[in-house]
């Protein structure tokens, strides 16, 4: 009786449980209605004032300077192809929305795919800044007076947001966000700066994080804070953390070395989780630096050969492992950081690296930082170094991670 | 090159063609000298002369005369003198002899004004300055050739100094000057040259540099500091009017020679350059818009700096004068030849607020410049009038200056806090070394065509229509940069070559303008008169800027690396924009100014006192139109604006010799039109951005004066005056620096308040004469400043401080001893000059300004006559060695040292 009892029972829940799992979740359907892009940008030539969408999949050639109004926004949509001809630039006075995917990035490049051929964005004065998964190639073609120009150039006080984007073969500074608000996260910057150009340079008051970047092969340095020498307020403050900056620094030549982050006047860092190899200097920080407020620490210091020698002039031969924290500047080794002291100590097991060290302007980055699984740079990381931001942090140390915060290039 | 040392030769070979002409044999002789009856004191440049023919002579500085190749016989000779009651005597000339006789003029008590004849008075001595103070309408300074000749003065510049009230301002590493007439800048005056406005080359100002106006050229330079509605009412502080000389009633030649040196070359070398490789013409010029510039295309040799010992300083003059058919046509040509090679050392240093010490300035880089500069300058003026009765006139001026200017600048910068140097610690870090080649011609032609007329008994007419044209060019300036690291243990790295910029920039001025003016006078009674004036001036100016750079950038090394530098002729460089900037530099621009001004004016003349008054009105368009790359609200741009200017003035005759003035008028200042044009201007130390937001400023003026001419050649004024301007235009600096040069923008910041007072004294003591002028200026403006502080929701806090007005200069004092020998003929001449410290930028830290540091000035001139004709001179300027200082609280900003020169010669006058 008992066990019959039990088998009904069990039936019984058998038969409950399978009618109940019968019931399926309301399920909302609309019929296919394609909303219209507002303001969509009919592919083929554009120039002049232009605002509204660059459509997916669409080609647009730019055959002159193109401006964005105060008030207008350009906004692309992933797989927007832009070419531009005539060394044209864009002038954003308004609001610039480049919105690619991981799948379907949106592309800028010239129509010579040569350095230096196209003038980036000049947006001064620009309202706000957005750009993500989005390719920007070979900018920097000379001004109205001749100089090089920036990529990317802003001088206000507005939020500059770009993300998960690649940059190559740039003339002069890649970024020159002077005053921005900025969120720089997981970028991948190559090859730019003729003989001059930071990778990115941050003055003029700017705040925000640069995290999770990939710098390679830049002409000056890496990552370059600075307040405004007579505007001493608002500070420069930027978190710079886990990112690798590989190369960078030594076009310029001997008499400006570039460095992998530099901290002056007045700035304000703070230095942790990052790579740096093969660059010309490592972290520096100038005496007229906001030295009391700057805080640094768990980077990785490597260099794949001792010295560099220069080509013209057989007597510069400088030692790499010197400049980690080069001579005479206020930054000190920390404890926290894997300082490596002979080629292959704390090296940081690239996946595949060339071990490039002076390159020129436009050199292919055919390398993949990934990080091996033997790296000492996993679990060296400091995991919230910023009290006002105890998010920011991670335990490894580069752009790429384990916890998937990282680059995804 | 060529040109001027043809004309060296041409000058030597007339002076010695007029030595040769007094070798001949003389048959009689009249000599003597001509004195005030009065104080007994020498009058000099008095006419004595035979009635009823052409001979005659001046009187020298120390009032001699001699006419020589007489023939005997009896003779009626008279003086005029402008203030003395003419003289005459019949005297025998015998045969072979010499007569000696000494003249003494008795003062007229006559009033100057004349009312239906147009007289011409003799304004070019001391005595007759005074005279127009005394009678003059309205508040004037006089400065004659006379006292010109006494002192040191190669140029307008220097003599202005010396004039009450006035200061000049200069810019670093140059000779350029222009007159501050009581502590209000340049903008706020007018520069005038024969009453009419002169366009001026120059970018950043509207008028011609004082320093190319050879002060042998002028009769007298006038600095009305109160203006009547006939006056251009774009003259706040006052109006410098250089006048050229007239010709004289009797032929006249004069013509100096001399040399110089500036100390400054003991020290140091001339830098020089290849002038030769100055390419005149830019790629564009040469080939077409479409050309694309090759590397080969720019010139080497002008980017090779030599050192050399600087070369002398020459300076020559002539001025010639004759009158031709009975008087009617006159005739006056002047030259004046200047060649100067001058040095400024410079240090630069750019500083910046130090918030971790208290917003305290701090150096952020030093710069040291060396500035050699070589300034040709030859000015040729003629005059011809046409007397055609006693009530027709007619007069054609023609001034044409001539400048050429070649200057190397090498300069030598450490960035102390941030750019890419790295500097460690002192004695280390980046230097940059930037070494600049610059030639400039520059041109200035003035036509005037003026005449006058009485067309009734009461009523004369005058009228003029000028052409007045300024061009600079100055092609291919040349700059180059390289830098090398001091590491911090001292050692250095090879130069590297950064940077070559070529410049092409070309700019004009011209302006057509009419004038006429219709007056009636009247008398009624014994002591008053009665005139109406009324008239009108319509100009049209236009301006162009044309600049074309072309930026050189090097070859780097196949590892991409910049590569080193060893000299200019090794150098590998690419042409980053081979079709240069012209079709997409804002620079590259034209502009226009049209003012359409109209007047009533009264005088009254009621006894005692003199009223003068009425209205102007002018009215104003300015424009421009740049060719941008991209189009934006501010490419092209229009303003108009008229200006309605009410004036009183009154001047009450206490005595014979003393004088009590009052005035009140309203006057305004435009801006140039370059500070309207939104694109850069690239100055020696500093660049200026123009702003099309900028008003013109607006003034009401009110001045005070008492005057007692004691004696001839004395004087005593003291004067108080209050200015209340809207809106005057300053330049404040940019957050950002342009390079290592400070960016300033012209801005309005609201109204400022000027009040002075001014105390004007000379006299003659027997042989030593003092003359001093005081002047005592305040102005308040507020401006908004940076406190350094920020508020609970972190936006700066920002403060108004009250500061004076930019340019503006508190203490003036102008102080000369003259000494006159007249048995050793000889003159000596000290004169010194104080300015107190004067505003320079307005910064944007609360507390804190850039101001010129008080300088003081002395020179020494003397002047020894050898025989009738020739004289010897010799000046020696700036013997203080004064430096030009600017510092911001305590901190030295810049520093400039020129150094003494010498200057000796002789003068030759007929």
């Known amino acids: 009786m008992k066990i019959r009892n039990i088998y009904l029972l069990s039936a019984i829940v058998t038969i409950i449980t399978g009618v109940f799992s019968c019931k399926k979740a309301e399920v909302t359907t609309f019929t296919k209605i394609k909303i219209p892009t507002a303001s969509p940008i009919a592919p083929g030539n554009i120039s002049g004032f232009v605002k509204g969408t660059l459509l997916t999949g669409q080609t647009y050639t730019v055959t002159g300077d193109i401006t964005i109004k105060k008030g207008d926004t350009l906004s692309a949509q992933p797989g927007a192809v832009v070419i531009v001809k005539n060394n044209a630039q864009f002038n954003v006075q308004g609001v610039l929305n480049l919105l690619g ?116 092969s830049q002409a000056g340095s890496g990552v370059k804070l600075e307040t405004n020498p007579i505007v001493p307020l608002p500070q420069t403050e930027v978190d710079v953390h886990n990112n690798t900056i590989v190369s960078v620094g030594w076009r310029r030549g001997s008499a400006e ?153 | 090159m060529g040109k001027t040392h043809f004309m060296i030769n041409k000058y030597y070979l007339l002076v010695l063609l007029f030595t040769a002409s007094f070798a001949s044999a003389q048959t009689s002789v009249i000599t003597g000298h001509v004195t005030d009856g009065n104080s007994r004191e020498p009058l000099p440049a008095a006419y004595v002369h035979f009635d009823g023919t052409s001979k005659g002579g001046t009187t020298d500085a120390f009032g001699n005369y001699r006419i020589q190749n007489i023939t005997p016989g009896s003779y009626k000779i008279k003086v005029k003198y402008i203030g003395f009651k003419e003289y005459e005597k019949e005297v025998d000339l015998p045969a072979g002899q010499t007569v000696i006789l000494n003249i003494s003029l008795e003062q007229s008590t006559q009033n100057l004004k004349g009312v239906n004849i147009l007289g011409k008075l003799n304004t070019s001595n001391e005595s007759s300055s005074r005279q127009i103070e005394k009678n003059a309408n309205n508040t004037t300074n006089v400065i004659s050739a006379r006292a010109m000749e006494r002192s040191p003065d190669i140029n307008a510049a220097n003599a202005l100094a010396r004039v009450s009230a006035v200061t000049i301002q200069r810019n670093s590493g140059s000779d350029e000057a222009y007159a501050i007439i009581r502590g209000l800048e340049p903008r706020y005056n007018n520069t005038l040259i024969n009453g009419v406005k002169v366009t001026s080359p120059d970018p950043v100002s509207r008028f011609v540099s004082l320093s190319i106006v050879p002060s042998d050229l002028l009769d007298r330079i006038e600095v009305s500091k109160t203006l009547t509605p006939e006056m251009e009412g774009d003259a706040i502080g006052g109006t410098t009017n250089l006048v050229f000389k007239d010709a004289p009633e009797y032929e006249y030649f004069r013509a100096n020679a001399s040399i110089g040196y500036s100390a400054i070359f003991f020290n140091r070398k001339y830098d020089d350059f290849n002038q030769g490789a100055v390419q005149r013409q830019s790629p564009v010029d040469r080939f077409g818009p479409s050309y694309m510039a090759a590397p080969g295309y720019f010139s080497r040799a002008n980017l090779d700096f030599t050192k050399k010992n600087a070369p002398v300083t020459s300076l020559a003059g002539f001025t010639y004068g004759k009158r031709f058919l009975n008087n009617k046509i006159g005739l006056i040509v002047s030259d004046s030849y200047q060649n100067q090679y001058y040095g400024t050392n410079s240090q630069f240093n750019i500083a910046s607020l130090n918030p971790k010490d208290n917003n305290k300035p701090q150096i952020t880089d030093v710069a040291n410049r060396t500035y050699s500069t070589q300034q040709l300058n030859n000015g040729l003026s003629a005059h011809l009038d046409f007397t055609v009765d006693d009530r027709n006139k007619i007069a054609v001026d023609n001034v044409f200056l001539y400048t050429y200017i070649a200057q190397a600048r090498l300069s030598i910068d450490t960035s102390i806090i941030g ?261 850069l201007n690239r100055g020696q130390s500093s660049d200026v951005i123009g702003n099309p937001f900028v008003k013109h400023s607006e003034a009401e003026n009110f001045d005070i004066r008492y005057e007692l001419f004691p004696k001839n050649e004395e004087q005593f004024f003291v004067g108080g005056f209050y200015k209340n301007i809207k809106n005057p235009i300053e330049f404040g600096l940019q957050n950002n620096y342009n390079g290592t040069q400070p960016l300033l923008l012209p801005q309005n910041y609201g109204t400022a308040k000027i009040t002075g007072a001014e105390i004007v004294y000379s006299r003659y003591f027997g042989n030593l004469g003092v003359s001093a002028n005081y002047t005592y200026t305040y102005s308040n403006i507020n401006t908004p400043k940076q406190t350094g502080e920020v508020d609970a929701k972190g936006n700066p806090i920002i403060k108004l401080q009250g500061r004076p007005l930019q340019g503006q200069t508190g203490d003036v004092l102008n102080l000369s001893l003259l000494y006159k020998n007249d048995k050793q003929k000889a003159f000596v001449q000290l004169a010194y000059t104080y300015t107190s410290r004067t505003l320079t930028y307005v910064y944007q830290g609360y507390g804190y300004d850039f101001y010129q540091q008080p300088q003081s000035f002395l020179s020494l001139s003397g002047e020894k006559q050898i025989s009738r004709h020739v004289a010897f001179t010799g000046k020696v300027n700036n013997m203080l060695n004064t430096p030009t200082t600017v510092k911001i609280n305590n901190l030295v900003q810049a520093k400039d040292l020129y150094n003494v020169s010498f200057n000796v010669g002789f003068r030759y006058s007929l």
């Not at chain 1, 003038?119 to 070979?138: L, M, V």
């Not at chain 1, 210091?301 to 080069?326: E, K, S």
């Open chain 1, 257 to 409: 070395p570039g460095r992998s982050v530099s901290i002056g006047v007045n700035a304000i860092g703070h230095v942790y989780n990052n790579i740096f190899v093969n660059c010309y200097h490592g972290l520096e920080i100038f005496p007229d630096a906001d030295v009391t407020h700057t805080t640094y620490g768990n980077n990785l210091f490597y260099a794949t050969v001792t010295t560099f020698t220069d080509l013209r002039d057989a007597t510069i031969q400088i030692n790499l492992r010197d400049n980690f924290y080069p001579a005479g500047a206020v930054g000190k080794p920390q404890p926290t950081d894997l300082i490596s002291a002979q080629v292959g100590q704390f090296d940081p097991m690239f996946v595949k690296f060339d071990g490039t060290v002076a390159a020129p302007n436009g050199y292919p980055n055919t390398n993949d930082f990934h990080l091996q699984p033997t790296s000492p740079a996993y679990g060296a990381g400091n995991a919230s170094f910023d009290s006002k931001r105890p998010e920011l942090g991670n335990l490894d140390l580069g752009a790429y991670t384990t916890d998937g915060k990282g680059n995804k290039h």
């Open chain 1, 101 to 216: 995917s991981q799948d379907n990035p949106v592309f800028f490049n010239s129509d010579t795919n040569k350095p230096g051929t196209w003038g980036g964005f000049q947006a001064d004065s620009a309202q706000a800044i957005t750009i993500k998964w989005t390719h920007i190639d070979n900018t920097g073609g000379p001004d109205a007076g001749g100089g090089a120009r920036r990529t990317i150039i802003v001088n206000a006080r507005i939020n500059v947001d770009i993300e998960d984007s690649w940059f190559s073969n740039g003339q002069d500074d890649l970024m020159g966000l002077f005053g921005c608000h900025v969120t720089l996260l997981r970028n991948t910057i190559s090859s730019s700066g003729s003989t001059d150009g930071e990778g990115i340079n941050l003055k003029s008051g700017a705040t925000g994080v640069v995290a999770y970047n990939v710098i390679f």
């Open chain 2, 419 to 679: 750019g890419n140097g790295g500097r460690v610690g002192p004695g280390t870090g980046t230097v940059f070394n930037d070494n600049r080649s610059y030639i400039q011609n520059q041109y200035v032609e003035n036509l005037k065509v003026s005449g006058k007329h009485v067309i009734a008994q009461h009523f004369t007419f005058d009228w003029a229509g000028i052409y007045s044209n300024a061009t600079a060019n100055s092609p291919d300036r040349a700059d180059i940069t390289l830098n090398h690291l001091i590491n911090p243990d001292f050692t250095s790295t090879p130069s590297y070559f950064d940077a070559i910029s070529r410049i092409w920039e070309k700019n004009g001025n011209k302006d057509l303008s009419g004038l006429a003016n219709l007056s009636y006078k009247t008398m009624f009674g014994e002591n008053n008169s009665f005139e109406l004036k009324a008239g009108g001036l319509y100009r049209h100016s236009t301006r162009f800027n044309q600049q074309n750079e072309y930026t050189l950038r090097p070859v780097p090394e196949a590892n991409g690396v910049k590569s080193s530098f060893t000299d200019i002729y090794s150098s590998n460089w690419i042409v980053y924009n081979v079709s240069g900037s012209l079709t997409s530099d804002k620079a590259n621009y034209t502009a226009y100014e049209n003012i359409a001004a109209g007047y009533g004016e009264f005088f009254l003349e009621l006894g005692k006192l003199d009223v003068i008054g009425g209205i102007r009105v002018e009215g104003t368009q300015q424009g421009y139109d740049t060719h941008p790359v991209v189009l934006d609200v501010q490419s092209n741009a229009r303003k108009t604006y008229t200006d309605v200017l009410p004036s009183l003035q009154l001047k009450y005759k206490l005595t014979d010799k003393s004088n009590l003035r009052a005035s009140y008028g309203q006057s305004i200042s435009r801006p140039a039109l370059f500070e309207l044009v939104p694109a």
